[in-house]
């Protein structure tokens, strides 16, 4: 009998490939014989078989798209959602966290209650399979773990077995109308830091397997020099630094954390918790002044730092950037080197400083094995991180006790950190994915596993495969990297033959179980490759959310099918709404008393539009140490239909609802092979199933509603790229308006423009320390000058000449997102910044795009004013980066010099060297992974009245414009 069409082509794809043996072949056609003949019903049935019986890691790349383009000939996207690469068995995803806390949930009476009328509509309809099933009571968990957050959090808090000193009266006291007084866990008194360490015995790291280390550490260049941490010794090394910290701070002390990822930091940041301290943290990859910054604003008594960064056989300079930077916070100074003196590198230390070890000391061991925790208010300030700031300074950001319990959940229902995990991560304490790893690992009972070196090549990958890695979180520049540095074919970066010294394996990804991306928006291509790196294909857990969420609002899980690209569901205990486009304008238009509604019900079919978050959510911060909080998030903002009556919250991302990725009954049955009545259930009932209980869709991020991007997994502000840029590691920029009175250095502005009224721009701006730093954190680069700091306005009236950036500052990416556009209304004249960035390699840092921008106007000659715009490729993945600029007039006498001097400025000779001197002036000032996709030359800048930049019209505009 002859195979329908579909079952021929795809039989023929698969043979054509030369990689089966004639018995694959059999099982394959003895398949295809048992299947319907519709792709709708066979497509993730036949998939699976070829992903777990045919293919392999070590197989050229082009053949696994060639085989999933035949798989999925034909499948209707428009109802059926994204063709799903990754099946979940039946079994596998019942033993997964939420598979059993969804079983548990069977015995409790509000379950019952809430969600029976849901499931029996759904039994009525017909037969689920049990993979249906599981996504339907997932998708009613979801929608209740907001609706009815009292039981809900009972029950998720009991699953995390979380230790409270005095357990809450309540999840939940809710407020009327102001969501920052709302309040999560009242009464309740804890230390998060001893609950992660499973202080009574009963969480935490208790939950430990007998052997299992708490960490996992390699230094660099040492990937497989593998030092376990237990928890025992966890637990005397953070004892320790808490009796210490008790001798020289009181509760409610702020001090910063300013050093890598390694095993004495992570005993430093959980001592200082235990102790009642306010972790401060700043990425060691900020300069001096940017630390000074942020230890202004926290007003930090001490840093913790250390004295060099070991890096490729560099020792690059940190304790030498605090003691530059002109604080007066007393520096606690770690060695490099674990268990050594300080490295001869180091400056002497300033009169009152002490080596790491002289601090320890202070408390006697006895001291040290009787220190107890201190145990808080829930709502009492652990931890103050920064994202970016719309005045100037970064928004300081406070996480309490309760915020962590967002990571926890978040890690332990959306990537499946189990009892015995091992997690590894690549970030720093100074991002919220370091404190993120710590908790979301600790507080399930798994392994947090550190490498003391850049993610990017082999190493880190060897390192991944001796710690045995299950969980390995991810930003999509990374897996980029890895793909190009293996040709885009069958092995991974360093694999496919022997490692760099001659004799390594080759590198096998197959130890992982499910990859986590954070950070940018991924290409659907790029996590396909990562995907087929583990043999049998590997999900990917895309996770979006921020620091001022303590965690992600959107997500997957291990029940749900994984297409590339793709977040399958909203977090637990998270709600999110899709604005319109003309509710988006309202509300970034409308002061504080706008209050239009926007209804409570299911969004009745899948769009685009611009999160906005419904409160409350737990993780979600409720107020700022540097700003009006409420201003920031909530003026202008709809309410809620009458549900709670509260408004929503500004987010700032935009993403589009896509139809829901949907299998059939039988697919996952027979663990991927054999019959199974592929004809039972045609694609109605398949697409009908998923319309059952809440909003079923999934969704894709589209970037930034506001004028910010990311490229290579960096936050970026637009106006920062359309300034002069002195580094990736900016949180707030140097630019500004009336007088130019003040320069900053910090990725947190959203527009670092001038504004209204500058009279007067800078001239000969010497940067007397701007440090330079790419790939891996070269030397500091000093005297450096300012060629065109050019301040723009709504009357420019002198631009600045004679200067010139020799290598301005640079670099490093971070996993979180971090970067708004800002309107800064003070800059600089006479500024000495003394940058230190660290490395880009590391993709932990976030720049903003106000610096962006002037990097080209002040590198670039000829250029007046430029305006960033970030765009989504056509086939997904991270921002490609369009600059439009406004030429200069030429001086009197220069003859046409310079690029983009002359008649001829705008033709294709000259629009090819501007595009060279634009990602020259963005790879070393800013970021090695920088690329400029276009340069478009426009007479001026389109403005509104308040003098912004309208670069939404410019994006619109983008289909006409040559690409470069």
Known sequence: MALPVYHQGVLDAVAGTGICTPAQLADFSSLLR?????????????????????????????????????????????????????????????????????????????????????????AASGPLGPSEALVLRWRLLQCLSWERPEPFWRAALGALRIEFHTPPSRMLQPHPSDPDQCR????????????????????????????????????????????????????????????????????????????PLSPTSVAAYLGLVLAGCCLVSVADSFSGAELAERLRISRAVAVVTQDVVLRGGKALPLYGKVAASGTTALALVVPASEGGGLHPATPPLRPGDLPWASFLAAAPPGEAEAVQPHWADAYEVTNVLFSSGTTGEPKAIPWTHVTPLRCALDGWAQLDIREGSVVCWPTSLGWMMGPWLLYAALLNGATVALYGGAPLGPDFLSFVTAARVDVLGLVPSIVRAWRHASGGGGGAAGAGGTGAGGGAPVVDLSCVRVFGSTGEASAAEDYHWLMSRGCGYRPVVEYCGGTEIGGGYLSSTLLHPCAPSTFATPT???????????????????????????????????????????????????????????????????????????????????VAALRPCVISADVTGGGGGGGGGGGSRGLAAVAAAAAVGPSPWAYAALGRCDDTMNLGGIKVSSVELERAVSSVELERAVVSSVELERAVSSVELERAVLSVELERAVSSVELERAVVSSVELERAVSSVELERAVVLSVELE????????????????????????????????????????????????????????RAVVAAVPGVAEAAAVGVAPPQGGPEELTLFLVLAPPAAGA???????????????????????????????????????????VPALPRNASNKVMRRVLREGLPRQSRM
């Open 184 to 259: 999560w866990l009242p009464g309740a008194r804890l230390n998060i830091a001893a609950a992660a360490l499973g202080w009574a015995g009963t969480g935490g790291a208790a939950r430990l397997p007998p052997g299992r280390p708490a960490l996992l550490w390699a230094p660099d260049g040492a990937p497989r020099s593998l030092v376990p941490v237990g928890r025992a010794e966890l637990l005397a090394m953070v004892r320790a630094v808490a009796a210490a910290a008790r001798r020289r701070f009181k509760p409610g002390d702020a001090v910063a954390v300013y050093l």
């Open 34 to 122: 048992d299947l319907s003949g519709d792709v709708a019903l066979d497509g993730p049935k036949v998939w699976r078989h070829l992903a777990t019986r045919v293919l392999l890691p070590s197989h050229a790349f082009p053949l696994h798209l060639r085989l999933a383009a035949a798989a999925y000939e034909g499948w209707p996207a428009d109802a059926l959602g994204r063709p799903p690469l990754w099946l979940p068995e039946p079994q596998a995803a019942a033993e997964t966290n939420a598979g059993r806390f969804l079983a548990s949930l069977e015995s409790q009476d509000w379950w019952r209650e809430a969600a029976g009328p849901a499931l029996a509509s759904a």
């Open 572 to 654: 637990l205990g998270a709600r999110l709404v899709l604005l319109t486009p003309e509710q988006s304008e309202a509300a970034s238009e409308a002061g504080p008393g706008g209050s239009p509604v926007v209804p409570d019900s299911p969004l009745p079919t899948p769009r685009p539009g611009e999160v906005a978050l419904a409160m409350p959510m737990l993780g979600c911060s409720q107020r700022l140490l540097n700003k009006d909080h409420g201003k920031v998030y909530y003026d202008g903002m709809p309410r809620y239909g009458s549900r709670t009556g509260l408004p929503l919250r500004r987010h700032g991302d935009e």
């Open 895 to 937: 003859g046409g010099q310079g690029a983009a001097g002359g008649a001829g400025a705008g033709g294709p000779e000259a629009l090819r060297e501007l595009t060279r001197q634009c990602g020259e002036a963005l790879r070393t000032r800013l970021n090695p992974l920088f690329k400029v996709s276009r340069v478009a030359l």
């Open 798 to 853: 002198r631009a600045v000449s004679s200067v010139e950036l020799e290598r301005a500052v640079v670099s490093s990416v971070e996993l979180e997102r971090a970067v708004l556009s800002v309107e800064l209304e003070r800059a600089v004249s006479s500024v000495e910044l003394e940058r230190a960035v660290v490395s880009s390699v590391e993709l932990e840092r976030a720049v903003s795009s106000v610096e962006l921008e």
